[in-house]
């Protein structure tokens, strides 16, 4: 079983960054394929960015490009999303997910297995 645990969310103004940071444990990490979505309140879940086992292999939503990145730490079983230049409809609560079957990332929440609790990002001024 594979356990996710998000960290590094908070409130934030327009323009700000913000790191965000998931542990996993339970499973040999870099077997893991990673992702990062957010979910705002009534909307459905929707892939930020997800991670190939090795990292050389990435995929974002289009409206993130240029502003976050997606990298991971495999010797210390971490996964990190870099947000740059957030706008308040970046406001959701994001979740980590992790899939050990896959090879690469998908876009879709029902490729991935595993998932973490979330955490809160808020933009606003």
């Known amino acids: 079983q594979v356990q996710l645990v998000e960290s590094g969310g908070g409130f934030v103004q327009p323009g700000d960054s913000l790191i965000l940071s998931c542990v996993a444990s339970g499973h040999t990490f870099s077997t893991l394929v990673m992702a990062w979505f957010r979910q705002g309140p009534g909307q459905t879940r929707e892939l930020v960015g997800g991670i190939s086992r090795s990292g050389g292999i990435t995929l974002y939503k289009e409206s993130v490009k240029g502003r976050f990145t997606i990298s991971r730490d495999n010797a210390k079983n971490t996964v990190f999303l870099q947000m740059n230049s957030l706008r308040p409809e970046d406001s959701a609560v994001y979740l980590c997910?992790?899939?050990?079957?896959?090879?690469?990332?998908?876009?879709?929440?029902?490729?991935?297995?595993?998932w973490g609790r979330g955490t809160q990002v808020t933009v606003s001024s």
């Open positions: 997910a992790a899939d050990p079957d896959r090879m690469r990332p998908a876009r879709g929440d029902e490729d991935y297995e595993y």
